[in-house]
């Protein structure tokens, strides 16, 4: 999704271009929502914060210069908003784990589809039980959201090492929880 086309959009934005302003709400709105169905289980707030994010670059889109990434500037910013917002309602953070869906051609094979991933959502959340909620976090970037160990690092504001680490402890505990099945 991070582009030279979004850093377009963001050089248009910029110059009060609202058609790109919408076009990127757009374009990254489900991604922020699905990255914070990872973080907690309260689609209100993390709508809320989206909207927020969203107006805080509106408000400030003069003084803001990205010129690296649009995705990682939003997916941090977004982040740091979300969990400010928890802790101000009082709730942890990582109470749940989402999974993307996707479409398929035809209404059988979408029944299906859902069906089976309905069975491994429910087996993967149940399983997430038994991991960190870092573990959890680490995970879902790095297999459902495609990031690398670098960028979990710095989204995540611990050393490359701690992602490896979190990574691989979680995979040999759901390794462990998956034989126990």
Do not use: C
Request: no cysteine.
């Amino acid at each position: 999704m991070d582009s030279e086309h979004d850093l377009m959009l963001w050089k248009k934005i910029g110059n009060d271009d609202t058609a790109s302003f919408d076009t990127l709400f757009s374009n990254y709105f489900n991604y922020l929502y699905n990255y914070g169905l990872s973080l907690t289980s309260d689609s209100e707030i993390i709508k809320d914060v989206i909207q927020d994010l969203f107006l805080d670059l509106w408000k400030n889109r003069k003084r803001l210069n990205i010129q690296r990434s649009v995705k990682y500037y939003l997916l941090q910013s977004f982040r740091r908003l979300l969990f400010a917002k928890l802790k101000e309602n009082k709730q942890v953070p990582l109470e749940d784990y989402h999974i993307d869906q996707q479409e398929t051609e035809s209404i059988q094979s979408s029944i299906i589809h859902e069906e089976t991933r309905e069975m491994s959502r429910l087996n993967l959340k149940a399983m997430s039980v038994h991991l960190t909620p870092r573990q959890r976090e680490a995970l879902f970037l790095k297999f459902y959201k495609g990031m690398d160990s670098q960028e979990i690092s710095n989204l995540m504001e611990i050393d490359v090492k701690a992602v490896y680490k979190l990574i691989s402890t979680g995979i040999i505990r759901y390794r462990q929880i998956f034989k126990k099945l």
